[in-house]
Protein backbone atom coordinates (compact mmCIF):
# COMPACT_ATOMS: atom_id res chain seq x y z
CA UNK A 1 0.00 0.00 0.00
CA UNK A 2 0.98 3.51 -1.15
CA UNK A 3 1.54 5.55 2.02
CA UNK A 4 2.60 9.30 2.23
CA UNK A 5 2.46 10.96 6.13
CA UNK A 6 3.39 14.69 6.80
CA UNK A 7 4.49 15.62 9.97
CA UNK A 8 5.49 18.32 11.59
CA UNK A 9 3.08 20.92 11.52
CA UNK A 10 1.97 23.16 14.18
CA UNK A 11 1.98 26.73 15.76
CA UNK A 12 4.34 28.79 15.23
CA UNK A 13 5.23 32.56 15.53
CA UNK A 14 6.01 34.99 12.78
CA UNK A 15 9.72 34.42 12.26
CA UNK A 16 10.14 30.98 13.30
CA UNK A 17 11.15 27.94 12.11
CA UNK A 18 9.65 24.27 11.38
CA UNK A 19 10.56 21.03 9.76
CA UNK A 20 8.13 19.19 8.12
CA UNK A 21 8.60 15.42 7.17
CA UNK A 22 7.23 13.14 4.61
CA UNK A 23 8.04 9.28 5.04
CA UNK A 24 6.82 7.18 1.51
CA UNK A 25 6.31 3.68 1.82
CA UNK A 26 4.89 1.26 -0.63
CA UNK A 27 6.82 2.50 -4.04
CA UNK A 28 10.21 2.44 -4.90
CA UNK A 29 11.03 5.90 -3.18
CA UNK A 30 14.50 6.52 -5.08
CA UNK A 31 12.11 6.60 -8.58
CA UNK A 32 9.84 9.20 -7.39
CA UNK A 33 10.33 12.97 -7.37
CA UNK A 34 8.30 14.18 -4.06
CA UNK A 35 7.12 17.55 -3.89
CA UNK A 36 5.06 19.86 -1.19
CA UNK A 37 2.14 21.84 -1.75
CA UNK A 38 -0.20 23.62 0.72
CA UNK A 39 -3.29 25.37 0.42
CA UNK A 40 -4.50 27.79 2.85
CA UNK A 41 -8.08 28.41 3.32
CA UNK A 42 -9.91 29.66 0.66
CA UNK A 43 -7.35 29.28 -1.66
CA UNK A 44 -6.31 26.79 -4.35
CA UNK A 45 -3.56 24.72 -3.70
CA UNK A 46 -0.14 26.08 -5.03
CA UNK A 47 3.27 24.16 -5.30
CA UNK A 48 5.66 24.83 -2.58
CA UNK A 49 9.07 22.98 -3.37
CA UNK A 50 10.28 19.70 -4.79
CA UNK A 51 13.18 17.59 -5.33
CA UNK A 52 13.99 15.71 -8.51
CA UNK A 53 14.24 12.04 -8.54
CA UNK A 54 16.90 11.85 -11.48
CA UNK A 55 19.25 14.33 -10.16
CA UNK A 56 18.43 15.67 -6.72
CA UNK A 57 17.27 19.14 -8.30
CA UNK A 58 15.01 20.93 -6.15
CA UNK A 59 12.49 23.91 -7.04
CA UNK A 60 11.28 26.45 -4.87
CA UNK A 61 8.01 28.96 -5.15
CA UNK A 62 9.31 32.26 -5.13
CA UNK A 63 7.24 33.27 -2.37
CA UNK A 64 9.47 30.15 -0.24
CA UNK A 65 12.67 31.10 -2.05
CA UNK A 66 15.48 31.76 0.72
CA UNK A 67 13.15 30.80 3.55
CA UNK A 68 12.23 27.18 2.89
CA UNK A 69 14.72 24.16 2.18
CA UNK A 70 13.46 20.90 0.80
CA UNK A 71 16.09 17.44 1.44
CA UNK A 72 15.76 13.61 1.17
CA UNK A 73 16.89 11.15 3.00
CA UNK A 74 16.76 7.96 0.49
CA UNK A 75 18.04 5.95 3.72
CA UNK A 76 14.85 6.80 5.43
CA UNK A 77 12.63 7.22 2.83
CA UNK A 78 12.13 10.79 4.03
CA UNK A 79 11.80 14.13 2.40
CA UNK A 80 11.85 16.88 4.46
CA UNK A 81 10.66 20.99 4.05
CA UNK A 82 12.78 22.72 6.80
CA UNK A 83 10.80 26.04 6.37
CA UNK A 84 12.20 29.33 8.23
CA UNK A 85 11.50 33.04 8.75
CA UNK A 86 8.00 31.96 8.28
CA UNK A 87 5.08 34.57 7.60
CA UNK A 88 1.30 34.43 8.57
CA UNK A 89 0.63 34.43 4.96
CA UNK A 90 2.72 30.60 5.06
CA UNK A 91 -0.22 29.48 6.82
CA UNK A 92 -1.92 26.21 5.43
CA UNK A 93 -2.42 22.78 5.29
CA UNK A 94 0.88 20.94 3.91
CA UNK A 95 0.82 18.02 1.49
CA UNK A 96 3.36 16.33 0.21
CA UNK A 97 3.35 14.44 -2.71
CA UNK A 98 5.25 11.86 -5.17
CA UNK A 99 5.33 11.64 -9.05
CA UNK A 100 7.42 10.83 -12.00
CA UNK A 101 8.86 14.22 -12.20
CA UNK A 102 8.73 17.67 -10.60
CA UNK A 103 6.49 19.82 -12.72
CA UNK A 104 4.58 16.64 -14.30
CA UNK A 105 1.23 15.24 -12.12
CA UNK A 106 1.34 13.43 -8.74
CA UNK A 107 0.22 10.17 -8.60
CA UNK A 108 0.48 9.90 -4.21
CA UNK A 109 -0.71 12.19 -2.24
CA UNK A 110 -0.71 12.44 1.71
CA UNK A 111 -3.10 13.41 3.91
CA UNK A 112 -1.61 16.90 5.15
CA UNK A 113 -0.42 18.80 8.50
CA UNK A 114 -1.50 21.43 9.24
CA UNK A 115 1.33 24.72 9.84
CA UNK A 116 -0.45 27.65 11.68
CA UNK A 117 1.91 30.73 11.65
CA UNK A 118 0.57 33.80 14.09
CA UNK A 119 1.32 37.45 13.66
Known amino acids: EVQLVESGGGLVQAGGSLRLSCAAS????????IGWFRQAPGKEREGVSC????????YYADSVKGRFTISSDNAKNTVYLQMNSLKPEDTAVYYC????????????WGKGTLVTVSS
Open 97 to 108: AAGFECGMGMDY
Open 26 to 33: GFTFDDYA
Open 51 to 58: ISSSDGST
